[in-house]
């Protein structure tokens, strides 16, 4: 027993934790020992789910292979064959949905409790761009699977900055590694996802705790007690060393306790519901391919479908990099002042409203309507009862041709195209063949691929829904 405590003095004095614990037991407000205490964990949230993204990257990568012909077989190999790999995947997989979901969190929580004023203005803004590179590791990573659904996630980031004045042509080449998808877009995502983005989040994280320990946690907003950059630092040193505790382990207990509960429901999550992917692999011959990115990115490709039509360039470049300088410029515009919610109602207001959006965003994106239904079933005899001979021939072709997929009648189908059970009411047989056959806006003209007879035949089948539907809004009644 004294050996080992003679060993613990020795590791204490030669590895100079005598510094450590002088950073942990720093003086913390007070607050942070009470109910309030709780939320400040969403930090060291995100960066317990990046230290497990590590650990799981690393183990990952022991195994992955990083080239088109082996990237998709060698993930089947680590979910299928290789001890605990599916385990492994699964975790790196809701890890990463835990990194995105609270780096998010603590972006509201700083914005809300108006931390980024003075003198926290560079914790803001390092904060920014940790955001811009956590989003970045998310969509690297996708590519990884080399999937469909990771392989149209870049061919989208590659559009979207190549849309980029100027320079889009250059930034898009860099996205892709030259101008189409392939082994080196390939091996210059891995070099991003396993290297340079993790090498920028721990010196970005660095600065941000450094920044951190120098200026002090900020204190919980009191209405009434604005910031003023000429006598806020005094003030607050002042208070702190009267009033504070320690951060370890009064200040530090509850971040330990929510990054516990984090690691465990990723653990959980991953025993439930395994790995994600890989879908099948990328195949630019196939189709009817339905990519689905994962949550996180969706709610892009949702705004880049209910956008108007005209104002591509505004949503996919201008509108993104605005909201990037803005929250660069916000701390340098607003460094003083109130920073209770209560007297910010338009802040509050804000981060509701983007919130809001982008759930919205995200279940629309989830619900992918601008995608055909390709696994839209034919309509069956009970739901043509009635239906006479050529119209049955019609409903046929309505699937066969794929006009189904995109166009829903009778409950049945996509959702790309409006609905047609009643179109014959708005339309005349005339009108409705005109536009099959010339084709509207997104609707492919069909002329070349529709003989008269099959034309008429699903024009005849478009009459006859409303007679269908009739009864059928009678029976709900």
């Not at 990463?96 to 914790?123: C, D, I, Q, W």
């Not at 002042?337 to 759930?359: H, K, T, Y």
């Not at 989830?366 to 079933?377: E, L």
């Amino acid at each position: 027993m004294r050996l080992l405590r003679s060993l613990g003095r020795w590791f204490y004095d030669r590895l100079a934790l005598s510094t450590l614990e002088h950073i942990l037991k720093h003086k913390v407000p007070p607050e942070l020992a009470s109910r309030k205490g709780w939320m400040y964990v969403f930090g060291f949230a995100t960066l317990t789910a990046f230290i497990a993204q590590v650990v799981t990257g690393a183990a990952l990568v022991t195994k992955y292979i990083p080239s088109p012909a082996h990237a998709h077989a060698s993930l089947q190999h680590l979910t299928h064959e290789v001890p605990l790999g599916w385990l492994a995947r699964a975790m790196h997989y809701y890890g990463a949905s835990a990194m995105v979901l609270f780096v998010f969190l603590h972006v509201a929580r700083v914005y809300l409790t108006g931390s980024y004023k003075f003198p926290r203005e560079m914790n803001w803004i390092s904060g920014v761009v940790l955001l811009f590179l956590v989003m970045s590791m998310a969509l690297t990573g996708q590519l990884l699977r080399w999937d469909e659904n990771g392989v149209w996630t870049v061919v989208v980031a590659a559009k979207f900055v190549g849309r980029v004045p100027l320079i889009g042509r250059e930034l898009s080449e860099l996205v892709l590694a030259g101008e189409t998808v392939g082994g080196t877009t390939l091996s210059r995502f891995f070099a991003f996802h396993v290297f340079i983005l993790p090498a920028l989040i721990i010196a970005l994280v660095t600065l941000h705790i450094y920044l951190l320990y120098q200026h002090g946690i900020s204190e919980p907003p009191k209405a009434g007690r604005p910031v003023d950059p000429k006598t806020y630092r005094a003030w607050y040193r002042e208070r702190v060393d009267r009033l504070g505790v320690p951060y370890f382990p009064d200040g530090m207990w509850r971040e330990v306790v929510v990054a516990a509960a984090l690691v465990l429901g990723v653990v959980a999550l991953a025993l439930l519901f395994g790995p994600k992917g890989p879908g099948a692999e990328p195949d630019p011959t196939r189709l009817s391919t339905n990519p689905r990115p994962d949550w996180f990115v969706r709610w892009y490709y949702a705004l880049l479908w209910v956008k108007p039509r005209g104002y591509e360039e505004l949503v996919m470049v201008y509108a993104p990099i605005a909201v990037l300088f803005l929250m660069i410029l916000l701390p340098l515009v607003a460094r003083r002042g109130e920073r209770s919610p209560a007297r910010r109602v338009w802040a509050v207001l804000l981060v509701g409203l983007v919130a809001l959006g982008l759930g919205s965003l995200i279940v629309l994106g989830t619900q992918a309507p601008w995608t055909p239904a390709v696994g839209t079933s034919p309509l069956t005899g009970d739901a043509l009862g009635g239906a006479p001979g050529p119209a049955r021939e019609g409903a046929q072709l309505f699937y066969d041709r794929g006009c189904q997929y995109c166009h829903a009648v009778l409950g049945e189908g996509g959702q790309y195209g409006p609905e047609l059970t009643g179109v014959a009411k708005r339309l005349s047989p005339e009108e409705i063949a005109v536009r099959i056959v010339n084709g509207i806006r997104n609707m492919p003209a069909y002329r070349d691929l529709l003989p008269p007879g099959e034309l008429d035949s699903i024009v005849l089948f478009l009459r006859w829904l409303p007679e269908r539907a009739a009864p059928a809004a009678e029976a709900s009644r």
